[in-house]
């Protein structure tokens, strides 16, 4: 484990021009989400990842949890092609109302 990830208390950002929600210790960028904007009213996330020197911290689950809630502020709706961003909403159902499930691939 990295000095700094012991050290501060980890934030949670948006960086639009990046199209992701970070997780960020300092300078560092702990982990994030990464999502698409397909059209006005979604977003659509694909990938979510943490760095191994800031896991076990529940810091995914607080990210996704800032991510879906300025989401909402927005007014827009989310698409979880994530299987993380899945596997949270499955557990979180108050966004159950913003929510729309992409097609199952055949």
């Not at 950002?13 to 997780?23: D, G, S, T």
Request: hydrophobic share 30%; aromatic share 10%.
């Amino acid at each position: 484990m990295t000095e700094n990830a012991t050290q501060s208390e980890p934030t949670f950002a948006h960086a639009p021009k990046r199209h992701r929600y970070e997780i960020r210790d300092g300078e560092t960028v702990a982990g994030f989400t990464v999502y698409r904007l397909p059209d006005d009213e979604h977003v659509d996330f694909i990938h979510t990842e943490v760095d191994d020197a800031y896991g076990g911290r529940g810091l995914a689950s607080g990210l996704v949890a800032f991510a879906l809630a300025d989401v909402r502020e927005q007014g827009k709706r989310i698409i979880p092609h994530c299987p993380y961003v899945q596997s949270w909403l499955k557990r979180h159902h108050e966004y159950d109302d913003i929510t729309d499930w992409p097609e199952p691939r055949a």
